[in-house]
């Protein structure tokens, strides 16, 4: 427990009639490690609060028709994959309390549904999640709280086999194919080097009630720490911080 300091609390005063910026949190870890699931049990717990998810999935490029042909050959799980320049704008205007329309991916025709969007509006807390949310730099700096889902490769594995195979549309083979040639290589080369950006790891995803309980009441104190300043511009507070 600490005292906040009088210089700390009158720069949080002196910015309580700034408006409010949503308080960011990026979620990341390897494919199938419950990185989903951390969100909703957090979204859950804030009810209270306007929170907005955003996965970085939606920002998967479409594939050109060549690219298409030969699908068994692209690798999803290098950072090129991705439209990053898109994702940045969209956290960017999020951040600045505009709403954004994120594109829909389908998983199944490698593309993006070209008429429909999903509008996503302004929030108290965004949470982007996604297997290299952190690779980036500018996206990173975006964050102001980072998470990483540490959840073993085997069960991640199992988890992937049976997803893929009854949501995605692929046959196991084509699973265990792409696993070893794109998934795994990716995980070593860009995922795992990432972890270190976090500031919290979850051993064990969603079944850890614990850390998920410790993660909100980290966000609540943040989100509560605004709203006092607000009520109270001229009075210092007693800040409760803690480490996981
Ligand atoms: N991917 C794919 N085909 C595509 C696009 C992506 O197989 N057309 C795969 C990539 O190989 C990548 C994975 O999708 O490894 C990313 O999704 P993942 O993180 O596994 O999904 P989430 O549901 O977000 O994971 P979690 O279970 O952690 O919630």
Known sequence: RSLASPSAFSALAADSNAPKQPFVIGVSGG????KTTVCDMIIQQLHDHRVV?????SFYRGLTPEESERVHEYNFDHPDAFDTEQLLDCIQKLKSGQAYQVPIYDFKSHRRCSDSFRLVNASDVIILEGI???????VRNLMNMKIFVDTDADVRLARRIRRDTVERGRDINSVLE??????????????????????????RGGDNHVAIDLIVQHIRTKLGQHDLCKIYPNVYVIQSTFQI
């Open 53 to 57: 998810l955003v996965n970085q999935d």
């Open 132 to 138: 290299l949310v952190f690779h980036d730099q500018r």
């Open 178 to 203: 792409q696993y070893a040639k794109f998934v795994k290589p990716a995980f070593d080369d860009f995922v795992l080097p990432s972890k270190k950006y976090a500031d919290v790891i979850i051993p």
């Open 31 to 34: 494919t199938a490690s419950g």
